[in-house]
DNA sequence: ATAAGTATCTTACCGTTGGTTAGATACTTA
DNA sequence: TAAGTATCTAACCAACGGTAAGATACTTAT
């Protein structure tokens, strides 16, 4: 009944001649990327576990029934949302990569900027997780925008690797277990009891580099710990 | 209106003369535990976010509106349905600690302890860190049965430290830091990324196994990587 | 024993939600 | 300009969380 719907009305914004770009017509333009924005700062006032298709509809102005014809599911919103939080994500890490300092110094940024986006964007960073979207049958889009935020971290692995800063262990491993402990450190920080901890801009700072420390020397006491990276 | 109810009838099982334990009068005799009982096992086929008060009532064998008389909520009761499989962790992370085997053997066996309870039952673990049960206004009951498991673990940082096996840093933070690693492991492979690869036995051990070497190890390149325990 | 008081349960109701269907409206294309 | 199609609204449904009123049973004082 509605299966290539979605596809066809994806980009289309401004094809046709209309007189406003948010034309406020019967028909409304681009009505599915208006929803996800609508989501998006719905969410900012309620919760993610109760965030309402009605109530999304109802912030852009239309009918809740409208939105079956962008999205099949409201678990189908709620996964495009994600996807535009896992593409913000990624774009947050890779520029916090990108900046200035040594490859350590930028490699230790992009981790910190993992947990800053979502100690900035709860909301989004728990839609992103949502148990509905990997149980569910085939969710394979939100499952690639997050792979692609784990390859970029791989490349970062290979690149410390290559300047003989990291162990030659599997590079994708390595991956995991950082992706791992940074993804603990936010969700216990902003679902967990680490919440109290990562109130103040100190606490998290701190909560951030010592776990990071942590990993990247180990806590056993065979491990050394060198100063040259306490900086 | 309801506000010492809750107290006053929590463990009150056997104190009157009735027929069968498990009575089916009018008066249920111990509704509040069989709730979280009934809840527990309603969680097994739906999933945590669409967990129904009046599903659970249903499974209980009374009314919806009943459970209204030892829950002030329906946050209340996923409330003590966190606490109780909190208790569970808790007690399984102990058991596998207090098992054979050298400290630093027990101690992994107790981190794999965690991320197992976690896969085997995913949609309570998930309940234990739903968002509401923090950010809602007093829910001190919940954190204090997760900090229970934390506190535990410090003092198992804290053995390993006193046989030397465990760098005399901070024990509070190394635990912290501990946590983050096997919460995010679990997180991502029951919710994330990794479920994928944590479907076979063999998967999930490995992952385990590599994300904890790791954290133990460090993966910076100064830091040595002893073979005493890779066994 | 009995009556009053209280705790616990059921029934009935409310507004809101996710989802479907039928019909209205506008865009597209020949 | 007419037919066809995409997109929207209005109306409806069952299920949900929550509340209120009344039924039932346990408790306790007399």
Redesign the interface.
């Known amino acids: 009944m509605s299966s290539s719907k979605q596809e066809s009305s994806s980009k289309r914004v401004s094809s046709s001649g209309q007189k406003t770009p948010t034309a406020k017509s019967y028909h409304h333009g681009d009505l599915r990327t208006a929803l996800v924005k609508a989501a998006r700062e719905v969410l900012l006032e309620t919760?993610?576990?109760?965030l309402s298709l009605r109530a999304v509809a109802r912030h852009a102005g239309v009918s809740h029934a409208a939105a079956y014809y962008h999205f099949e599911d409201k678990t189908s919103l709620i996964a495009a949302v994600a996807i535009d939080a896992f593409e913000e994500l990624n774009h947050a890490t890779k520029a916090a990569y990108e900046q200035g300092g040594s490859l350590l110094e930028r490699s230790k940024a992009m981790f910190a900027a993992y947990i800053n986006f979502a100690l900035e964007h709860?909301q989004a960073f728990?839609i992103m997780?949502?148990?509905?979207l990997?149980?569910d049958a085939v969710r394979t889009d939100v499952?690639t925008a997050?792979?692609q935020g784990?390859e970029f971290t791989v490349s970062v692995i290979q690149q410390l690797q290559q300047a003989?800063?990291?162990?030659k262990?599997?590079p994708e491993?390595?991956a995991?277990?950082?992706?791992?402990?940074?993804?603990?450190?936010?969700?216990?920080m902003?679902?967990?009891?680490?919440?109290r901890n990562a109130k103040t801009q100190q606490g998290r700072e701190t909560?951030i580099q010592?776990?990071t420390d942590?990993?990247?020397?180990?806590?056993?006491?065979?491990?050394?710990?060198?100063e040259?990276?306490s900086e």
């Open positions: 919760g993610a576990g109760k709860p728990r997780f949502l148990p509905e990997r149980s499952e997050g792979r784990h003989d800063q990291v162990v262990d599997d491993r390595i995991i277990s950082l992706w791992a402990m940074l993804h603990g450190l936010a969700t216990l902003i679902d967990g009891p680490l919440y909560l010592t776990a942590h990993l990247l020397h180990g806590i056993l006491h065979t491990a050394n710990m060198p040259e990276l």
